[in-house]
């Protein structure tokens, strides 16, 4: 049932009269989770989204419009534990929190600039008036250290958006500066997700030992993270089995595309960032190609319960502080390299073992992931697990799935392999290559002549 607009307006009264603020994205207790609009403030009939390992923008309503604060400021970000970053980022952390907001409401966002440089804030992808584009010296001057600007426009799309500096975007960028911007429809009768995530995909540059990214690297990125973090300190997305889920990723790395890929489900694309694609243009997948500079956004039924992989299928991308001049240990025993990283993860030495001996550098993490249910997971960067469970009381973390008797693989027992036939005795050597010959000389060729 839909409120009068008088009503709307004395209870909009009421709200600023009592100085009415939305709190922080608790993602169970967000007001307008599952719930019809609240009287009085603009935009809150929708499912709130759910940013893993970070945050949605608070807000207040002033005289009908929504107003946010963005700082731009120097954060400490750990991207996982015994990796520290001093970075740039927005309101104490990396990357900045998404701000949420509905296709009509009228905005307001004050950036107040705590840097040591002057900065901007551009809203990508979003049809803003000229001067409010945040691009410096083009549409407006900077942001000078210690001053507050004022961006206001109201919201004339719905979609999935993303926010940035357009000054000095190698540097601000490389440190961490940005974040999300979702916009819901409004009046529109489409379906509302049961869950809605962000993820917004970055890269850089940690040398060992060293906590300040390298803003001056063009290729070779050794920090590849799900909303500033990697595996294994990547939250899960957790649904319910039948769920509708929603999955919104940008991609605000320096030169790379990501190939986001979902294990167990197939997901329709519905969205970029230019719009909604219609229902006979979408498409079903596994993987979605995230170019640099866009959004994508994945729709799936949570159908199959488990566990499952969402990660970059680009397979350095899965990867931490990768390094380019190590031994290649291809065809070398390593019996112990689980256990050896599992002790460097317990604060002991990387290598341990099989005559390896090797100091962790300070401020650095292994390239491999962490533990799992089934031993150590040799995963990093860019991955996280989606958990699909029958019954959840709460979307907390239900830990790791229990799966049914008979529904594992495991090794295959003599009596298996004997009554379907499977011969695994090895198989002879294959014999040495033939020495390559001398081709021929070729026969000349004469053209014209005798």
């Known amino acids: 049932m839909r409120t009068s607009w008088p009503r709307i307006a004395s209870f909009a009264i009421l709200a600023v009269a009592l100085g009415y603020w939305l709190p922080a994205s608790a993602e169970d207790d967000h007001p307008g989770h599952d719930q019809p609009a609240a009287p009085g403030v603009p935009g809150t009939d929708y499912t709130p989204v759910v940013t893993p390992n970070g945050s949605t923008l608070p807000w207040q309503v002033v005289d009908g419009i929504k107003v946010f604060h963005l700082v731009a400021e120097e954060v400490r970000h750990e991207f996982a534990p015994g990796l520290i970053g001093r970075c740039w980022g927005y309101n104490g952390q990396v990357h900045g929190p998404t701000i949420e907001a509905v296709e009509g409401d009228r905005i307001r966002i004050y950036v107040t600039n705590r840097l040591p440089a002057p900065t901007t804030v551009h809203w990508h992808g979003l049809h803003v008036p000229n001067g409010m584009d945040g691009v410096s010296g083009v549409t ?65 540059k940690i040398t060992p030992g060293k906590e300040r990214p390298d803003p001056n690297e063009m290729t070779d990125f050794n920090v590849v993270t799900f909303n500033g973090k990697v595996f294994p300190a990547t939250a899960p997305l957790v649904a ?22 979902l294990h167990g489900h197939s997901f329709r694309v519905i969205e970029t960032d230019g719009g909604e694609i219609p229902e006979a243009g979408r498409w079903p997948e596994t993987t979605v190609l995230v ?150 000389s070729a026969p000349e060729h004469h053209h014209g002549g005798k």
């Open 140 to 204: 407006q001057r900077s942001i000078e250290p210690g001053e507050t600007f004022r961006y206001e426009f109201t919201l004339t799309q719905h979609g999935t958006f993303m926010y940035h500096p357009h000054h000095d975007e190698m540097v601000q960028m490389a440190l961490g500066m940005m974040g999300m911007f979702v916009v819901h429809p409004r009046g529109r009768a489409i379906p509302r997700p049961d869950r809605d995530f962000v993820y917004l995909l970055s890269e850089w």
């Open 240 to 261: 319910k089995r039948g769920d509708l889920v929603r999955i919104r990723i940008g991609n605000l790395s320096a030169t790379d595309h990501h190939p986001i890929h």
């Open 291 to 440: 170019p640099v500079g866009s959004t994508r956004t994945v729709e799936f039924i949570a159908e199959r319960a488990g566990d499952w992989a969402f990660h970059c299928h680009m397979t350095h991308h899965t990867m931490n502080q990768m390094g380019h001049d190590i031994p290649n240990l291809v065809g070398v025993d390593q019996t112990a390299f689980d256990q050896a990283v599992m002790n460097a993860l317990a604060g002991g030495k990387a290598g341990e073992g099989n005559g390896m001996s090797m100091d962790m550098p300070k401020n650095s993490i292994s390239m491999l992931g962490g533990p799992g249910p089934f031993g150590f997971i040799t995963m990093g960067g860019m991955f996280t697990v989606l958990k699909v469970r029958e019954d959840l009381k709460t979307y907390e973390d239900p830990g790791w799935y229990a799966h049914p008797d008979g529904t594992v693989a495991s090794p295959a027992s003599d009596e298996q392999l004997r009554r379907d036939g499977i011969d695994t005795a090895p198989r002879p050597s294959p014999a040495a290559p033939t020495p390559m010959t001398t081709p021929p």
